[in-house]
């Protein structure tokens, strides 16, 4: 991006330099998500135990708190 600028007048203000921090942070933000691999932001690493219990998960909710209860040694990890 580029302004041309005419007068010094045009930029020194206090809006000119907000829209100048918001704009850097947005630039920021962007190359932030551009470097996040897709599989890091996938629902059932974000979210673990709560998405895979959920609707849109598997549906081992009694078969998972009985293998909670009898073995907790042996509890699944949903951190992958």
């Not at 829209?19 to 932030?32: D, N, R």
């Not at 998960?57 to 009898?70: A, D, E, M």
Request: hydrophobic fraction near 40%; charge should be positive.
């Amino acid at each position: 991006m580029w302004i041309l600028v005419h007068r010094l007048s045009e930029i020194d203000t206090p809006a000119f330099q907000q829209f100048l921090t918001e704009a850097v942070k947005s630039f920021h933000a962007t190359l932030t998500r551009m470097d996040t691999k897709p599989e890091d932001v996938m629902p059932w690493k974000v979210n673990g135990e709560r998405w895979h219990l959920g609707d849109k998960g598997f549906r081992l909710v009694g078969r998972y708190t009985g293998i909670v209860v009898c073995c907790p040694a042996s509890s699944p990890s949903f951190a992958r």
